[in-house]
């Protein structure tokens, strides 16, 4: 299932490493994906009840294909 958040929200909602970079909804190999990823270090935090996890302990890092996730 798809992230299913508030437009308002994602506009918002920023990676919360230094960069501070914009997230955008699913994984870039699975758009599907509960996560958010990070559009600047692709770092994916996963979607909890509809609820984003925006810590960095918990984040899922991305593999070295992955760096730099899509625009």
Known sequence: MAVQLDPRLLE??????????????????????????CTSCGRQFRVEDGIPVLLLDEAIEPKPNEEGAES
């Open 12 to 37: 918002i909602l920023a990676c919360p490493s230094d960069d501070h970079a914009p997230l955008h909804p699913g994984a870039p190999t699975d758009p599907e994906a509960d996560v958010l990823t």
